[in-house]
Every structure is written in structure tokens, then in C-alpha cells.
T-cell receptor
Framework: GNSVTQMEGPVTLSEEAFLTINCTYT??????LFWYVQYPGEGLQLLLK?????DKGSNKGFEATYRKETTSFHLEKGSVQVSDSAVYFC??????????FGKGTRLHILP | KAGVTQTPRYLIKTRGQQVTLSCSPI?????VSWYQQTPGQGLQFLFE???????NKGNFPGRFSGRQFSNSRSEMNVSTLELGDSALYLC??????????????FGPGTRLTVT
């Protein structure tokens, strides 16, 4: 079945550091891929998405590229801010329309 | 435009009781999905309703059920509560019943504690 594996957290970085959160997936078809972010006390918000191979999703300085050859969708940001502290979820949706989430990676940014 | 609202935000129940959670989607959204979030299992899909019909279902026991009304509002019911049902229950709505194509908007969740 479909699955998503993302790096364990927590990840702690200093402000302005470069961020990478790894995400790999297993899917039988050609899924859409997503990154969601959950701030403390809130629900999830869609951060970015990519619907086909080689697509790059981007939003708020975050980027992720759909790599079919490595079945990966790593999240990157060039310079993180304290306000980026949150839990980040990688997810996929296949044509059965269910969304499968990774377990989440907690990110702490130190001022 | 108002976001997805969930009521109540917090709930404490005892084992064996039942509980009903409510979700009001964004106006115009016809699809509502429910998720259970726990530290151990992460986010797990419960079910999705579209136009008052259950379109998709996750791997949860029959104690978990839901329904959707004609105004797209949805309720989720858990009967015979167990300690392991303690979780954050998230509701998400989207324009159409296809997360493959459409963005899902999440509510803040209902925190259920079973004692």
C-alpha cells in the first residue's frame, strides 16, 4: 500500500540556517505530493504541493521538488525564521483520493 | 470567508461512553474528511463524506461512524469509548471530493480525552 516516510524530529536550527526535511514515498500509481504545516494549537495548513514528476511546489520561501526517480519530496528553505517553528507533514494522495500522511517532523528555530 | 469550525474544542469522557463531534466546513465546500491524530500513530484518515454520502473510509472499527447533512455540516460519532481513542480529531473540507486535485482546509480540531 501507499506510505510516506519522513525524517524523525525534532529538528533544531538557528535562525537564518538552511533547512531540509526529508520525505520519501511508496505508491503504486502517480500520486500528488503535499507538505502541510501545523502551528501550535492549530489544524494543518497546506504549505505547498506538486502533482506530477519534476514539478516544484513553493510557498513562503519553502520549496519541494517531486522526484519520481528517487520517490522523494524533500522540503527546503534557504533561511529559516523563528516563526517557522511548527510540525511539518509530508503527504500523498493517489487516485483513490485518500491522503496518507507521514508522522510529522517538529522544527524548532532558535533566535 | 470563515474557516472550518469544529465543536467542541475540548472534551473529556469516560470509557464506555459515546461522543459526537461536529464540523462545519467552509461555505461552498461539499467534501468533509475526518482524521485522528495521536503522538504514536500520527495522522490517520477516518472517512470522507461528499454530498451526504461516505466516499472513502479508513481502517477504523465500526465504533467510529459519521454522517453529513444537506448543508455539508458533518458529525462524527464514537461509541463505547476506549482509552486509546484519546486523540486530536481533525476535520478538513474541500471544494470537491477529491484531495488528489483539491486543497483540503483543516479545522483546529477537537481534543478528546478518555479517562
Amino acid at each position: 500500500g501507499n506510505s510516506v516516510t519522513q525524517m524523525e524530529g525534532p529538528v533544531t536550527l538557528s535562525e537564518e540556517a538552511f533547512l531540509t526535511i526529508n520525505c520519501t514515498y511508496t505508491a503504486t500509481g502517480y500520486p500528488s505530493l503535499f507538505w502541510y504545516v501545523q502551528y501550535p494549537g492549530e489544524g494543518l495548513q497546506l504549505l505547498l504541493k506538486a502533482t506530477k514528476a519534476d514539478d516544484k511546489g513553493s510557498n513562503k520561501g519553502f520549496e519541494a521538488t517531486y522526484r519520481k526517480e528517487t520517490t522523494s519530496f524533500h522540503l527546503e528553505k534557504g533561511s529559516v525564521q523563528v516563526s517557522d517553528s511548527a510540525v511539518y507533514f509530508c503527504a500523498l494522495s493517489d487516485r483513490d483520493d485518500k491522503i496518507i500522511f507521514g508522522k510529522g517532523t517538529r522544527l524548532h528555530i532558535l533566535p | 470567508k470563515a474557516g472550518v469550525t469544529q465543536t467542541p474544542r475540548y472534551l473529556i469522557k469516560t470509557r464506555g461512553q459515546q461522543v459526537t463531534l461536529s464540523c462545519s466546513p467552509i461555505s461552498g465546500h461539499r467534501s468533509v474528511s475526518w482524521y485522528q491524530q495521536t503522538p504514536g500513530q500520527g495522522l490517520q484518515f477516518l472517512f470522507e463524506y461528499f454530498s451526504e454520502t461516505q466516499r472513502n473510509k479508513g481502517n477504523f472499527p465500526g465504533r467510529f461512524s459519521g454522517r453529513q447533512f444537506s448543508n455539508s455540516r458533518s458529525e462524527m460519532n464514537v461509541s463505547t469509548l476506549e482509552l486509546g481513542d484519546s486523540a486530536l480529531y481533525l476535520c478538513a473540507s474541500s471544494l470537491a471530493g477529491s484531495p488528489y486535485h483539491y486543497e483540503q482546509y483543516f479545522g483546529p480540531g477537537t481534543r478528546l480525552t478518555v479517562t
